[in-house]
């Protein structure tokens, strides 16, 4: 059976800014994702207050917010069965003290709000957020 789909990922400015983007994207292309779209881009506020919108009333969004827009990001559009959930698996846990060895996170986060990338968490947030900057890739 084959469950071909697709996820937004961001490779996040402390990522970017600590020069990790071509480790990322080699681990990206070794663990079998076809990278459909790679955008670098310094977001807006407006952007990254639309992107993280589900997230307004956290305590941390304003945190989130500043961090987002702090430098240049990369963002991604990826293939591969059941891409979803193999894409949150290679990036670990969103903290990365509990992120499991080996993992995108693991390597390269320091915690829980610079944590190198970001993952759509379902195919429904996934069409939502490749919508948002790539919609002819949704
Ligand atoms: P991300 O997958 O981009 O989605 C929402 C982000 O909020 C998440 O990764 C974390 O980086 C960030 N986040 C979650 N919890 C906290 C927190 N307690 N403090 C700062 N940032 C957080």
């Known amino acids: ?21 071509d480790d990322i994207l080699n681990m990206i292309e070794e663990n079998g994702f076809d990278i459909l779209a790679v955008r670098p881009h310094h977001w807006t506020r407006e952007q990254a207050e639309q992107f993280y919108a589900i997230h307004k009333n956290r305590p941390f969004f304003g945190e989130l ?10 963002m991604l559009v990826l293939e591969k069965e059941n891409a979803v959930a193999a894409w949150r698996d290679l990036m670990g846990a ?35 957020e490749i919508g948002q900057f790539f919609p002819e890739l949704v």
């Open 94 to 128: 969103t903290n990365p003290d509990e992120a499991a060895a080996g993992t995108i996170r693991n390597l390269y986060g320091a915690n829980i709000g610079h944590n190198a990338t970001h993952g759509s968490d379902s195919l429904e947030n996934a069409k939502i």
């Open 65 to 74: 917010v500043d961090f987002m827009i702090s430098g240049p990001l990369v």
């Open 1 to 21: 059976m084959h469950n071909l789909e697709r996820t937004f990922a961001i490779i996040k400015p402390d990522a970017v800014l600590a020069d990790y983007s």
